[in-house]
C-alpha cells in the first residue's frame, strides 16, 4: 500500500511557525522529487516547494521564498516543509506529493502520488 501521509498542521498565529512533515508508507522516497502544494477555499491549488531526490536542489514559490524551507531525510523516509513568519494568506490545505525520476524538481502538477494533506491555519 502506498501512501505518503502529512502531519504538523494546525491554528497558529500569524507569525509563527510550523514544520509539516510528508512521511512515506509502502514505498521509498530515495528516487523520488517531493512537492509540497496548496489550496485554499476558493482557490486553486498551487505549488509551494519541492526539492530532488538527492536534495540538493530546491525551488519556492516567490510567496514562501524567505520563509519556508523544504528539507528531505531519505533515512526516514520523510519530507519536511518549515514554515515560519507565517501569514493569514499562508491558510490552506497543505499537500505533499512525490515523482519517481526526476533529477530536478518543478512546482507544477504533475506528480505521481498525493497525500491526503493538513490543514494550516493562520488566525489571530
Known amino acids: 500500500q502506498l501512501q505518503l501521509v502529512e502531519s504538523g498542521g494546525g491554528l497558529v498565529q500569524p507569525g509563527g511557525s510550523l514544520r509539516l512533515s510528508c512521511a512515506a508508507s509502502g514505498f521509498t522516497l530515495y528516487y523520488d522529487a517531493i512537492g509540497w502544494f496548496r489550496q485554499a477555499p476558493g482557490k486553486e491549488r498551487g505549488g509551494v516547494s519541492c526539492i530532488n531526490s538527492s536534495g540538493g536542489s530546491t525551488n519556492y514559490a516567490d510567496s514562501v521564498k524567505g520563509r519556508f524551507t523544504i528539507s528531505r531525510d531519505n533515512v526516514k523516509n520523510t519530507v519536511y516543509l518549515e514554515m515560519n513568519r507565517l501569514k493569514p494568506e499562508d491558510t490552506a490545505v497543505y499537500y505533499c506529493?512525490?515523482?519517481?525520476?526526476?533529477?530536478?524538481?518543478?512546482?507544477?502538477?504533475?506528480?505521481?502520488?498525493w497525500g491526503q494533506g493538513t490543514q494550516v491555519t493562520v488566525s489571530s
Open positions: 506529493a512525490a515523482k519517481p525520476g526526476w533529477i530536478g524538481c518543478g512546482l507544477g502538477p504533475q506528480y505521481d502520488h
